[in-house]
């Protein structure tokens, strides 16, 4: 099943509440998120715990967000 997922002002995400139950993923889990050569994003964690380098994959997040809503409005103006 799919579902939609709104990129706000500052580049976040809401990952939908079915999405969280399903997968377990509670308040301060850390996901690491990963783009495939197909134009997904693939999100890993839930309820693992990722506390090493966290400031670090929290950019990373920020930056694979950023360029993809960068490159969603690039299509999106044709």
Same mark, same amino acid.
């Not at 509440?17 to 990963?34: F, H």
């Given at each position: 099943?799919?579902?939609?997922?709104?990129? $706000?002002?500052?580049? !976040? @995400? %809401?990952?939908?509440? !079915? @999405?969280?139950?399903?997968?377990? /993923?509670? *308040?301060?889990?850390?996901?690491?998120?990963? %783009? %495939?050569?197909?134009?997904?994003?693939?999100? =890993?964690?839930?309820?693992?715990?990722?506390?090493?380098?966290? *400031? &670090? &994959?929290?950019? &990373?997040?920020?930056?694979?967000?950023? #360029? &993809?809503?960068?490159?969603? =409005? #690039? /299509? $999106?103006?044709?």
């Amino acid at each position: 099943m799919k579902y939609s997922c709104k990129v $706000n002002p500052k580049g !976040q @995400i %809401t990952i939908p509440s !079915q @999405i969280r139950k399903m997968l377990e /993923i509670k *308040e301060d889990d850390i996901l690491l998120a990963k %783009t %495939t050569e197909e134009g997904y994003i693939v999100l =890993e964690g839930g309820s693992v715990k990722i506390d090493k380098d966290r *400031e &670090l &994959l929290l950019g &990373l997040l920020e930056e694979t967000f950023s #360029a &993809l809503k960068k490159r969603e =409005e #690039a /299509i $999106n103006k044709g």
